[in-house]
């Protein structure tokens, strides 16, 4: 049953690490005003263009950076069009989603068959291997790869960023009253560019994570909804980066069950009583495609959660999410 834990925890956290790096990208995006549905398809061409890269030049961490490029670029023609243009945000997230899709299907059919050496697992330089002696917890969390470490830096990273840099308080205030931000000498428009563009980016490197270091190839619509998930998990963590890492390993873990627990039996001696009924009940959650739906089901749940907090007023949604800002007419 330890091995089975420690296995289970280990997948967790590789699985995590994707919400992590696109549900940070997602909130700083949402705390500057700017709802990003595009997320999915920015992950999948950072799946893409980081797989496509390292293939071609051998270097796992170029490829990581061509993710992130690629993200970025998806998340620039965003902002031109919800920023500058001031088009629907959930018309464009949509359709960015469908380009990305669409886009990725079409020039990643020749890269399926490709193999790689991704990423590999390495511990934390001089005591590293005496964290992975722990019992259960070591090798999951001190024997990662390099994307994990990374993605949990970031945590703390972006808090101090939006809660104490000059920028990152300005990108709040942009997010809350963009009017009121512009009056105090806030460059509106440069603040949420700047946002978008880096949530575009990590959503990049949550694809790039993906193909490179959790799945280890490209195959078609990689991320399964991942994206979408994200989204979901800042209105979770209600758009607070602390949060955001128990939310992302909780999703990670329904993630990683799926994949660990087939083959596991957890039914009971026929002859306990209601065998009859906890048995094929049991069997039944654990059928591998059931499984599939639970990180889905945990997101409709999420939402719901998010609704009853709304209408109880104690959601921190930024109070210009979704609102075009015109210097012109505000």
Excluded at 174 to 183: F, I, L, R
Excluded at 299 to 318: F, G, H, K, N, Q
């Amino acid at each position: 049953m330890a091995g089975f834990v420690a296995g289970l925890l280990d997948a967790t956290v590789a699985a995590a690490t994707v919400f992590i790096f696109a549900g940070l990208g997602e909130l700083i995006s949402e705390r500057a005003g700017v709802l990003n549905l595009g997320v999915e398809g920015m992950m999948l061409g950072g799946a893409l263009g980081g797989f496509i890269v390292t293939v071609v030049t051998g270097s796992v961490w170029l490829g990581l950076g061509a993710g992130v490029v690629v993200g970025m670029l998806f998340a620039l023609l965003h902002a031109f069009l919800c920023i500058t243009l001031k088009s629907n945000q959930v018309i464009s997230g949509v359709m960015l989603t469908l380009l990305g899709t669409g886009l990725t299907t079409f020039y990643g059919s020749n890269w399926v068959e490709k193999d790689i050496d991704g990423f590999s697992e390495v511990t934390i330089p001089v005591i590293g291997d005496a964290l992975v002696e722990i019992p259960v917890l070591g090798e999951a969390l001190f024997h990662s790869m390099p994307t994990d470490y990374i993605a949990i830096t970031l945590v703390p990273v972006v808090w101090y960023f939006l809660n104490h840099s000059n920028i990152g308080l300005e990108l709040i205030s942009v997010g809350e009253d963009p009017e009121m931000a512009d009056t105090m000498g806030v460059s509106v428009f440069k603040i949420r560019y700047l946002a978008v563009i880096i949530g575009g980016g990590l959503a990049g490197a949550a694809g790039a994570h993906l193909s490179l270091a959790f799945v280890g190839n490209w195959t078609n619509g990689m991320t399964a909804g991942r994206g979408w998930i994200a989204v979901a998990l800042v209105i979770f963590a209600q758009w607070k980066a602390s949060r955001m890492l128990v939310g992302a390993y909780l999703f990670g873990m329904l993630n990683a069950l799926e994949v660990r627990s087939q083959g596991l039996s957890v039914s009971v001696d026929p002859g306990t009583p209601l065998a009859g009924i906890i048995n094929p009940v049991a069997e039944f959650l654990m059928n591998a495609q059931i499984m599939s739906t639970y990180p889905y089901l945990a997101t409709i749940i999420v939402l719901s959660y998010a609704v009853i907090r709304t209408r109880s007023d104690r959601l921190a949604v930024p109070s210009a999410l979704l609102q075009s800002y015109s210097r012109e007419t505000d």
